[in-house]
């Protein structure tokens, strides 16, 4: 996959250094052709302006045609380049390669005669006879032609030249990104430092302050999970100690009730470590998102599941747990999630309620979010301290209640996950805890 990946990327040098590339050969042909096009044209028109000076040196008598028919020869072979003839009189025996007719008007015209064309300027002199000087129209296209490539040797030569300019800029004005991708590529977690922003061309500036917003993101992420991992090993220490130390004090006890009473604090604290162990894999899961597919489910069954898995610890406190207000409807949810939620904040309101308090549980649907209500009579949480509960391992100083403060924090971390979000208020009673959940 990584194979077929490398090869379906582009080089965005590549296609910006074709594409203008490109360009500049399409707009040098364009140039190119209308160059030649025009100079073309040009030499023709200086040539007609040279049959019409021939024969007005005539008519001024500068050039004398002493015979009725003049004909040049050229150079290099045998054909006739050129005649001037009198229009209306005999040839004297001279041999012209086209006849012209005494009835054409004075002007320029393209004539052919045996498959050769000719161009004849028609003039009448001041005497009153009338001449026609012709050229070859072969010979006029050569000197044009051979005028005309002329003009396009110089934007020929430098099309290369441009082509390979643009190249080189381009890959210049690109080095930034690659000296971007090094940089890149040299962090590790231990090193890991935002780019400099030190001569980065203005358009490459948002993309490298988004690259940096990044990092400062994943520093806080891989400091949260180092924070996390020395702070669950400190948790899980204290209990696996008491284990051990409960386990030792078990084996040497003689007497059978000594041995029920020990054995009753060893399950004790195997419930509380293997709650905190729970509680670790559902902070873990909830930080890397759920993997599970929405399902339907009675709210009514949501909420009798967390008050029965709460019975027992409220019942130990004599604490009143009970529903206060339950729709019954069927949503779709994150099920596994949504049950995490209503057991961590019931067993949070039941474990710092007081004996003899109160815990009240409300499930019901607002509109397009499903509201869970846990209210109780407990001490509440000072306002500064609001929110540093929802921090993983983080407890209320001077809290008495045993714990491990990930509840809340769990809490917390499924509502950002599934875009809920969690509010805790101090009321007159104690805390209320409310949990908003888009369906």
Not at 110 to 127: P, Y
Not at 161 to 179: D, E, G, N, Q, Y
Request: proline residues 4%.
């Amino acid at each position: 996959m990584d194979g077929r990946q490398k090869q379906s990327a582009r080089s965005m040098t590549s296609q910006l250094t074709w594409w203008i590339a490109s360009a500049i050969v399409s707009l040098s042909i364009a140039a190119a052709g209308a160059s030649f096009a025009a100079a073309f044209h040009e030499a023709n028109r200086l040539q007609d302006g040279h049959l019409r000076e021939i024969g007005a040196l005539i008519d001024d008598g500068k050039l004398v045609l002493a015979a009725p028919t003049a004909v040049w020869a050229g150079s290099r072979d045998a054909g006739v380049r050129l005649f001037i003839s009198r229009l209306g009189m005999a040839t004297n025996g001279v041999s012209v390669p086209i006849a012209i007719s005494e009835a054409l008007p004075d002007g320029l015209y393209n004539l052919h005669a045996d498959g050769v064309g000719w161009r004849v300027s028609v003039r009448t002199l001041h005497t009153g006879e009338r001449i026609a000087v012709a050229e070859a129209s072969m010979i006029r296209d050569e000197i044009a032609t051979d005028g005309a490539l002329r003009t396009l040797f110089p934007m020929l030569a430098l099309t290369p030249l441009l082509v390979a300019l643009v190249a080189f800029l381009v890959r210049t004005m690109l080095s930034p990104v690659r000296r971007l991708a090094d940089v890149v590529d040299k962090q590790n977690d231990a090193t890991l430092e935002v780019l400099s922003e030190q001569d980065i061309p203005k358009e490459l500036l948002p993309f490298v302050g988004s690259i940096n917003r990044l990092i400062g993101r994943l520093k806080d992420a891989m400091s949260q999970q180092r924070r996390f991992v020395a702070d669950a090993a400190h948790e899980l220490r204290s209990p696996l100690a008491a284990l051990s130390l409960q386990a030792e004090h078990l084996g040497s006890a003689d007497n059978p009730i000594v041995a029920r009473e020990r054995l009753a604090s060893f399950q004790a604290a195997i419930r509380r470590t293997v709650r905190l162990v729970e509680q670790l894999l559902a902070l873990a899961r909830s930080q890397h998102g759920s993997s599970m597919k929405p399902m339907s489910i009675s709210l009514r069954q949501l909420a009798n599941e967390a008050i029965v898995n709460a019975l027992d610890q409220a019942q130990n406190k004599q604490v009143d747990l009970g529903l206060k207000a339950v729709d019954d409807v069927e949503v779709i949810v994150d099920v596994p999630a949504l049950a995490i939620v209503l057991r961590n904040l019931v067993d949070n309101a039941v474990r710092y309620t007081p004996e003899g308090g109160g815990v009240d549980v409300s499930v019901i649907q607002r509109g397009a979010h499903l509201l869970i209500e846990v209210e109780d009579s407990g001490p509440g949480i000072p306002e500064d301290q609001l929110s540093r509960v929802l921090e993983p391992f983080y407890r209320v100083p001077g809290t008495g209640t045993a714990g491990s403060g990930l509840g809340l924090s769990i809490v917390s971390e499924i509502a950002r996950r599934s875009g809920g979000r969690l509010l805790l208020e101090n009321t007159g009673r104690g805390l209320r805890a409310c949990y908003l959940h888009p369906l």
